[in-house]
């Protein structure tokens, strides 16, 4: 039902051999496909990459050299960082921003390029949006192009399906993720089945996005995790960012799809900082992040509770632990790949997610490793959720549903043993 998924097209349905691009090959290149900007350059040399593409048997490979080397052969549209997390982004280059102004970074730059997207929902315009993504949008792009709307979740979302299949790409802000649950039937009958129930006459290139889950006391219906509502909906893409970095390449990446695409955005992590690339750069929609390599267990865990895997790995570091930690940014469809590579290494598997327990992506999750991979497996599949509760509005109740650092370490203990 999927049309091309990714900006590159054929990246990210290619098929990969199981040699993946590491530091012996490409020691510190930020890799994307020419087709999506300016050259590539080489961090460490600064000089320009030679890139070539090649398509054998339904798969994409890229040739990569630099100007003075011999090219090598990889698999992958994107390089796999040999650098914990994020942080492999040149130190001493770019520039730091919080997430919230990566995202509006990631925006802009699309608006620009593209005069087909357009921003709409309530108080995107003037206002800046709830939390500032579209702050001075209004004013460069005038008002046709950064739509103020009423408070009708089903009806400028009605609209921005329309708007798609007559040419133009939408970006639909939600307030606040929860009110999104007023636009359930254009999301999941229009969004995510036109393109099906047209016989392909038609694309929905929307991209849905806004703040969501568990905040500081903001209440039951403001701490919604629309993540399991939506897995279950075929045609649409979901992914969550979790630093500024992927946060603004999502973003790019998901404005250049042509499915319908839902980002979501944690409210907790609006105000991280993080340095960025000075050159433009798209990531792929379907690719996890390595966050920490390690060899004695697996760790999955995306958005926010990211950061709080981190948080207990030091702990665990420090008892002798050596967990690896994958971001899997793309929850619908899984990076199978990345995961099963790391299942195979480590024979050990700890999902940590903020989304409820019943039904939620840790439970899809569950389920795919079971069936693709259980012969890897030393032991059961954990899974930290939040727990099956409306979110108390109480600070220390509303810690208690959610997921914490001293449980991850426990959990992993209990694993290793």
């Known amino acids: ?33 020419t087709r999506l900007g300016p050259p590539v350059m080489c961090r460490e040399t600064r000089k320009p990459l030679v890139i070539t593409a090649m398509v054998e048997s339904g798969a994409c490979y890229l040739s990569v050299k630099h100007k ?20 492999s982004v040149a130190a001493k280059t770019g520039h730091e921003l919080l997430l919230f102004e990566a995202l509006r970074e990631g925006l802009e730059e699309e608006m620009e390029r593209d005069p087909r997207v357009c921003v709409v929902g309530e108080d995107v315009g003037h206002y800046g949006g709830s939390y500032k993504v579209t702050k001075g949008f209004a004013e460069k792009f005038g008002d046709l192009r950064v739509l103020d709307t ?61 703040p969501g889950g568990v905040g500081r006391q903001l209440g039951a219906e403001h701490s919604q995790r629309l993540e399991s509502y939506f897995q279950s909906v075929p045609g649409l893409q979901m992914v969550a960012c979790s630093t500024p970095y992927n946060a603004k390449g999502l973003m790019k990446a998901a404005i250049r799809c042509e499915n319908p695409v839902i980002l979501y955005e944690h409210v907790l992590l609006y105000n991280l900082k993080e340095r960025i690339p000075d050159e433009e750069y798209v990531l792929c929609l379907e690719r996890a992040e390595l966050v920490r390599p390690g060899n004695d267990i697996t760790i999955l865990t995306y958005s926010r509770m990211r950061h709080h895997v981190l948080q207990a790995a030091k702990t665990l570091v420090n008892k002798g632990y050596d967990p690896e930690i994958i971001d899997i940014i793309s929850l619908k469809p899984f990076d199978l790949y990345t995961i099963g590579n790391s299942i195979k290494k480590t024979h050990r598997v700890l999902v940590v997610e903020e989304c409820m327990r019943t039904g939620g992506i840790g439970a899809s999750l569950r389920g795919a490793i079971i069936d693709n991979f259980w012969e890897y497996l030393d032991a059961p599949i954990m899974c930290l959720s939040s727990q099956d509760v409306p979110t108390p509005y109480a600070g220390p109740l509303e810690e208690w549903t959610v997921v914490q650092p001293p449980q991850i370490v426990t959990a992993v203990e209990q694993l290793c043993h």
Not at 1 to 25: E, H, R, Y
Not at 180 to 197: D, E, P, V
């Open 150 to 210: 009423p408070i009708a979740e089903n009806s400028f979302t009605g609209m921005a399906v329309g708007a798609a299949m007559t040419g133009l790409r939408p970006v639909v802000e939600g307030m606040n993720m929860g009110f999104l649950l007023l636009a359930y039937n254009q999301i999941s009958n229009n969004c995510g089945m036109l393109h099906y129930t047209s016989g392909g006459q038609f694309t929905i290139p929307v991209v849905i996005r806004g």
């Open 1 to 33: 039902m999927w049309t091309s998924s990714c900006p590159c097209d054929m990246a990210c349905t290619a098929s990969v051999s199981q040699n993946l691009v590491g530091k012996a090959s490409l020691p510190s290149t930020n890799m994307r496909c």
């Open 68 to 87: 003075h080397q011999t090219s090598k052969l990889i698999t992958n549209a994107v390089a796999v960082k040999d650098q914990p997390g994020s942080s």
